[in-house]
């Protein structure tokens, strides 16, 4: 992806996380009903190339990478060094609190 997009790719993990999309269930969501899985997928209107990107772009990055709570697992979970727990937007009520920008457009 284009150096524009970097923070695109990094809300994308979290919306996804938002979502409940993962990379164990991400290809199963491409059936779902949710307009806003949909539109994160690339199956349900043309919001990626509004941004100027595939409008699979959450797809292929939820499916190459996952969501924030696959990366945050994978880089400082239980299994790494610093062994932390859970990743924070996992509960939802962790002091460190993540979550996408939300837009103001009904194309969202």
């Not at 990743?87 to 609190?97: F, I, M, N, Q, V």
Request: some cysteine; hydrophobic content about 35%.
């Amino acid at each position: 992806m284009a150096r524009t997009s970097s923070a695109g790719w990094f809300f994308t993990t979290i919306y996804a996380e938002e979502l409940r999309i993962d990379r164990s269930n991400v290809a199963a969501a491409l059936d779902s009903s949710d307009p806003r899985v949909r539109r994160l997928l690339g199956v349900g209107g043309d919001f990626g190339s509004t941004l100027g990107l595939p409008n699979d772009f959450g797809y292929q990055i939820v499916s190459l990478v996952g969501s924030y709570a696959d990366i945050y697992e994978r880089n400082l979970g239980q299994t790494r060094p610093l062994r932390l727990s859970a990743a924070p937007t996992k509960s939802g009520t962790s002091a460190l609190a993540v979550c996408s920008p939300r837009r103001h457009s009904a194309s969202i």
